[in-house]
């Protein structure tokens, strides 16, 4: 079992940044992937970014490319995303994910999740 847990959340006005953690503890982190997604009220769980175990391959949405950048500390067991020029539309609940043979955008081959961490755009 992987327990996740998110923070770095809260309102941002329009152009502004946030970085949001995921702290990861129960397994070796270092043997997963690692996931943010994100939910807007009504929606679909949608994919935003994703990591390897060494960090050294990254995938995004096409909407944050440029924008959001997926980072890793295996150090200290923590996932980052740290969010740039932050616009409305990235409102929505945040979720980081993991998994130890999946990387990529389906939300339903992810194995453990964390509770998620609210993020507000105000235009």
């Known amino acids: 079992q992987v327990q996740l847990v998110e923070s770095g959340g809260g309102l941002v006005q329009a152009g502004g940044s946030l970085r949001l953690s995921c702290a990861a503890s129960g397994r070796t982190f270092s043997n997963y992937f690692m996931g943010w997604f994100r939910q807007a009220p009504g929606k679909e769980r949608d994919f935003v970014a994703v990591?390897?175990?060494?960090?050294?391959?990254?995938a995004y949405a096409d909407s944050v490319k440029g924008r959001f950048t997926i980072s890793r500390d295996n150090a200290k067991n923590t996932v980052y995303l740290q969010m740039n020029s932050l616009k409305p539309e990235d409102t929505a609940v945040y979720y980081c994910?993991?998994?130890?043979?999946?990387?990529?955008?389906?939300?339903?081959?992810?194995?453990?999740w964390g509770q998620g961490t609210q993020v507000t755009v105000s235009s």
């Open positions: 994910a993991a998994d130890r043979s999946y990387f990529g955008v389906y939300y339903r081959n992810y194995n453990y």
């Open positions: 990591i390897s175990w060494s960090g050294g391959r990254t």
